[in-house]
């Protein structure tokens, strides 16, 4: 399978603990992005690469959230002192240049 | 500032008729425009896009009308089958960056 795939699927953690998702791109792919969905909504832009350089990230995101994609492979997003608002899904997805997204399935995110 | 709007939050056709699903966007910017398809536990799947030079794009038993003036477009399925039932999202970008999602229509197809 050579689609966008993430790890963990599903993260139970209590508040205030630390999180780290990772998300492996398809691999031709120089370009990837987080996004956020909560119920009911479609998701949210959290941030995006291209290669290895952080081209944009929300103004939205909290302090709290880190993203990294060291050599332009695989990428983590990591949030520290979780909220129970940061529960939701992260959604990692990745494309060649500016053509259209491809997502991966997806790390659901539960926040006691 | 929600630029990408469905304002149907759902929308139900028997099997065999047209769908037809809508977005608005207040973006002048906006330049691309995407149509995703999210079945539940799955991330979203690409289905359709238009460049803002045309104003359809066809493929298969789908099509995107785009109406630059209103800053419409519009999503046809037809005939509708019930393997299109699921949550439909809009989406747009400007200038080849991020995309900016609406909040969905869930599509359910009546046998």
């Known amino acids: 399978d050579t689609g966008v795939s993430q790890d963990p699927r599903h993260k139970i953690t209590k508040r205030g603990q630390n999180v780290t998702f990772r998300c492996d791109p398809i691999?031709?792919?120089?370009?990837l992005y987080w996004y956020r969905q909560t119920l009911g909504q479609g998701p949210e832009f959290l941030t995006y690469f291209q290669n290895e350089a952080q081209l944009e990230k929300s103004r939205l995101l909290s302090d709290r959230f880190s993203a990294e994609r060291p050599k332009g492979s695989f990428s983590t997003l990591e949030i520290q002192r979780t909220e129970q608002g940061d529960s939701a899904m992260y959604l990692c997805?990745?494309?060649?240049?500016?053509?259209?997204?491809?997502f991966g399935e997806g790390s659901r995110l539960t926040v006691l | 500032d929600q630029q990408v709007k469905q304002n149907s939050p759902s929308l139900s056709v028997q099997e065999g008729r047209i769908s037809i699903l809508n977005c608005d966007y207040t973006?002048?910017?906006?330049?691309?425009f995407l149509w995703y398809k999210k079945y539940p536990a799955e991330g979203p799947t690409f289905l359709i896009s238009i460049s803002s030079i045309k104003d359809k794009n066809e493929d298969g038993r789908f099509t995107v009308f785009l109406n630059k003036s209103a800053k419409h477009l519009s999503l046809h399925i037809v005939p509708s089958q019930p393997g299109d039932s699921a949550v439909y999202f809009c989406?747009?970008?400007?200038?080849?960056?991020?995309?900016?999602f609406g909040t969905g229509t869930r599509l359910t197809i009546i046998p």
């Open positions: 973006n002048s910017m906006f330049d691309y």
């Open positions: 691999s031709e792919h120089n370009r």
């Open positions: 989406a747009a970008s400007a200038n080849g960056g991020k995309l900016t």
């Open positions: 997805a990745s494309s060649y240049n500016t053509g259209e997204l491809f």
